[in-house]
């Protein structure tokens, strides 16, 4: 058996959903935990107090600027990790903390959040509000086999990481319009309806086959432009579909 990875959660502003999405994988999380990745830091998890050496960071919430120990810990975070991903749409976009204004007690000068690619560079971005278990799943095993697998487990695994490490690159905004501006707009659109299956808030409607956006309902998690088809159609990891869920289905079992 190789060696297994190094993994940590690490919890800024966030709701904990991500965490318990990851931890949805039931007897999943067990074998990952036995067989590949030491959890090495979660503060809901493991008594460790101080954000240690790690090989993948999994940061979930966005970072308050008033906050000095969150935006110290996320850079000790950058620091410290050779891998970081933005675990769900409040690190990675800011999602609904984008509409926090602060004026609340007792802390009223908390007032400025922002995703964490603001503060630091950021390798990958798993989206959603929460994203599912398997996503989060699948990039724990992806992470394993990019760092400790043969060379054809490597490539599989680069090919499955490049859309979220495209994701990553893009931007840390996210909101229903993305839909409009880089779907619509771009003569892309195909009513598939992919879309409104992915927004939590139901904020996207099908309208005369095209996606209709309640902005007003939007939390800005990016969940419906990342799991549309047509904003990154990946042939490499379509075209390796079978090997990589086969190569999935071995590692889980
Ligand atoms: S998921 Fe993409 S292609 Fe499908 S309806 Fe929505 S915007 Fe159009
Ligand atoms: S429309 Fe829905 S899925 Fe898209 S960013 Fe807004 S809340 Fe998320």
């Known amino acids: 058996m190789v060696e297994k990875i190094t993994v940590g959660h690490v919890h800024m502003s966030g709701c904990t959903g991500c965490l318990v999405s990851f931890a949805d994988n039931y007897e999943g999380l067990f074998k990952i935990l036995d067989n590949y990745a030491d ?47 933005a675990l769900g749409g409040c690190a990675a ?34 989206p959603g509000c929460a994203p599912t278990p398997q996503q989060i799943r699948n990039v724990a095993i992806m992470a394993y086999l990019l760092l400790k697998g043969n ?5 599989l695994a680069t ?10 690159k893009r931007g840390d905004e ?13 003569g892309l659109c195909m009513g598939c309806g992919s879309c409104a299956a992915a927004c939590p808030v139901r904020a996207v409607t099908m309208e005369y086959g095209k996606p209709q956006v309640n902005r007003d309902l939007c939390i ?14 990946n042939f490499d990891v379509m075209n390796e579909f079978e090997g990589i869920t086969e190569l999935i289905k071995g590692v889980m079992e």
């Open 174 to 186: 996210a909101c229903g319009c993305d839909l409009m501006y880089d779907v619509i707009n771009q």
């Open 39 to 85: 959890l090495v830091y979660a503060l809901t998890l493991v008594d460790v107090r101080h954000v240690p050496e790690m090989d993948v960071a999994l940061v979930e919430g966005s970072v308050c600027l008033q906050d000095k120990i969150s935006v110290e810990e996320i850079k000790e975070t950058r620091e410290k990790a050779k891998i970081v991903v």
């Open 159 to 168: 090919a499955y990481l490049k859309p979220l490490m495209d994701l990553a």
């Open 220 to 233: 800005k998690c990016g969940a419906c432009y990342a799991q549309c088809p047509r904003s990154f159609f």
């Open 151 to 155: 060379d054809e487990q490597k490539e």
């Open 93 to 126: 976009y800011g999602n609904i903390t984008r509409f926090c204004r602060g004026g609340q007690w007792n802390q009223p000068q908390m007032e400025s959040y922002v995703p964490i690619g603001e503060l630091i560079d950021v390798d990958a971005v798993i």
